[in-house]
């Protein structure tokens, strides 16, 4: 396995399979321009097996910190290792960028991602609660 930190438009594209949807040519334009963001593919024998994206955020009292914005490792790659290695390498990735910490949200009944996470070194900080705002149609 390798893992690579994304650079390209081409890169996002190749490993779409491992996205919700289709890797859009101008989200992948901004997503790769953007300051703090964060895209690591790994690769088994030159295939696009998982990958895992981060987001650095950065407040005046508390400074910068990773937010571990989604993982996903193909179906067929599974239970080899490779979302714990992405994790683990995004956060030395956020350490190397002066993070103070990375943190990331997660259903309490997923228990593959909780297994993963907890793996790479999480700990689990407590409950947690998510509210949203659909700002579209």
């Known amino acids: ?28 334009e901004r997503f790769l321009s953007a300051p703090g963001h964060l895209m690591l593919i790994a690769y088994v024998d030159g295939v ?9 955020m950065t407040h005046p009292d508390k400074g910068t910190e990773m937010c571990l914005y989604e993982l996903c490792v193909d179906e067929g790659y599974r239970r080899r290792g ?27 009944d997923n228990e593959a991602a909780l297994a993963t996470y907890d793996a790479a070194g999480a700990r689990d900080e407590g409950v947690f609660a998510m509210r949203g705002w659909p700002l579209t149609g």
Request: aromatic content about 6%.
């Open 1 to 28: 396995m390798d893992i690579r930190v994304a650079s390209t438009v081409a890169e996002l594209q190749a490993a779409e399979g491992l996205f919700d949807g289709p890797a859009r040519l101008d989200w992948s």
């Open 48 to 56: 696009p097996a998982g990958m895992v994206s981060g987001v650095e």
């Open 82 to 108: 490779i979302g714990r290695a992405l994790a683990e390498a995004l956060a030395r990735e956020a350490k190397a960028r002066g993070c103070y910490g990375m943190w990331v949200g997660v259903d309490t």
